[in-house]
């Protein structure tokens, strides 16, 4: 079983940056992709990056130019930096883990981040 822990988010005024981290427990870390999503109330979750285990990655168009994904191997860890954050970036964070080719698909708890004044 792999356990997803997010952290980096909180209250940020609108233009400032924030870096959420999402560490996985276990060993398949490395040859998962990895994701970012994100839920604001009243609508459904959507992909806001990811990142395949070749380094290739996917971007929501909202946040091209702003939000960049990255990935340690070495600490079991991905980030999402975000930048000139916008209040309609305020939602509930997700980090999820997928192993191509298979079933395995795991999420986190989340974290929360609002833009706001």
């Known amino acids: 079983q792999v356990q997803l822990v997010e952290s980096g988010g909180g209250l940020v005024q609108p233009g400032g940056s924030l870096r959420l981290s999402c560490t996985a427990s276990g060993r398949i870390f490395s040859i998962s992709t990895m994701g970012w999503y994100r839920q604001a109330p009243g609508k459904e979750r959507e992909l806001v990056a990811a990142?395949?285990?070749?380094?290739?990655?996917n971007y929501a168009d909202s946040v091209k130019g702003r939000f960049t994904i990255s990935r340690d191997n070495a600490k079991n860890t991905v980030y999402l930096q975000m930048n000139s954050l916008k209040p309609e970036d305020t939602a509930v964070y997700y980090c999820n883990l997928r192993v191509p080719f298979t079933s395995s698909d795991y999420w986190g708890q989340g974290t929360p981040v609002t833009v706001s004044s």
């Open positions: 990142m395949n285990n070749g380094g290739g990655t």
